[in-house]
């Protein structure tokens, strides 16, 4: 089949998926989308996509169909709960959800047993990132069934796929740089909350961070956010943040690995959500006393 005549379907339209369905209709694919809450899918429809009512109705006619959800709860409700019985034979998932490596080998296993294909997709950057094509992708799964979907992500990236080989590898890639991104970001709340306790202003703080040698991309995108002390719309919430460095903790248990930084951190975002501030941005974390109660 021409690769441009596939038909696709984005399944969960947040900040990822959301671009990443964008991205594919600008580049001429004739893209289906879902998601839970209708109101996301409105300006994809206005800009030339099919919406679906249903997660079946998307997936059903699809060749590929690209899954971003939040957790794996939900995976399990919409891809087995609800896609796997309308699936046809030879149909690619691309997961860009982020889940744990053993929870992504026993979805492959549990598809492959109905003839449906699975390639794992972890990707790097944020909405706009994802929107405009200029997320970094790490891809895992069987090397041929990456090279059926290659030219999707392509569209997506524009830095080239690299292959890391068996399904799990591109799920702990994606979680050690989340890894990374939470332990940065708790960093840097710390380092405000104890320059604003010694009387030093955050912006001074702030801008004197981006103008040293501490700068980088990923300080300086949550910087913002405690500058304004505005944290909506996300780039990456809290709880998906607690989440994830969760799930890297316990994946590094199986193997006999202590992280005590990463745990550390998982627990501030966790108090985040328990504030009640888990739909903001993970930068909210800036905003919780250190050891506040739950």
């Given at each position: 089949m021409e690769q441009?005549?596939?038909?696709?379907?984005?399944?969960?339209?947040?900040?990822?998926?959301?671009?990443?369905?964008?991205?594919l209709l600008d580049a001429g694919y004739p893209t289906t989308v879902y998601n839970r809450t209708a109101e996301k899918a409105k300006s994809l429809v206005q800009a030339g996509a099919?919406?679906?009512?249903?997660?079946e109705e998307a997936a059903a006619s699809a060749d590929v169909v690209l899954l971003s959800l939040s957790d794996e709860d939900a995976v399990e409700e919409i891809l087995f709960g609800r896609m796997a019985?309308?699936?046809?034979?030879?149909?690619?998932?691309?997961e860009l959800s982020t889940v744990s490596p053993t929870y992504a080998r026993r979805a492959a296993q549990r598809l492959a047993a109905i003839g449906v294909r699975r390639v794992e997709a972890c990707v790097i950057g944020n909405p706009q990132m994802a929107r405009l094509g200029e997320l970094r992708i790490f891809a895992a799964g069987e090397s041929g069934d990456v090279a059926d979907v290659a030219d999707v992500l392509a569209a997506m990236g524009r830095h080239g796929t690299l292959h890391l080989g068996p399904t799990g590898r591109a799920t702990a890639m994606k979680l050690s740089f989340n890894l990374l991104l939470g332990l940065q970001t708790a960093g840097l709340a710390e380092a405000v909350a104890y320059a604003e306790q010694a009387g030093i202003d955050r912006e001074l703080l702030l801008t004197a961070v981006e103008k040293s040698g501490w700068r980088s991309p990923v300080l300086n995108?949550?910087?913002e956010f405690m500058r304004t002390r505005r944290y909506e719309?996300?780039?990456?919430?809290?709880?998906?943040m607690a989440k994830d460095l969760g799930l890297a903790?316990?994946?590094?248990?199986?193997?006999?690995?202590s992280l005590p930084l990463t745990e550390r951190a998982a627990r501030r975002f966790g108090d985040a959500v328990a504030a009640g501030r888990g739909d903001k941005d993970a930068a909210v974390v800036v905003e919780i006393p250190p050891g506040s109660p739950r």
């Open positions: 441009r005549h596939r038909k696709l379907a984005v399944v969960g339209l947040g900040g990822i998926g959301g671009g990443v369905a964008r991205r099919t919406g679906a009512a249903t997660a019985r309308v699936l046809k034979p030879g149909t690619v998932i691309v995108f949550r910087a719309p996300a780039g990456f919430r809290a709880r998906l903790v316990a994946d590094a248990e199986l193997g006999g690995l």
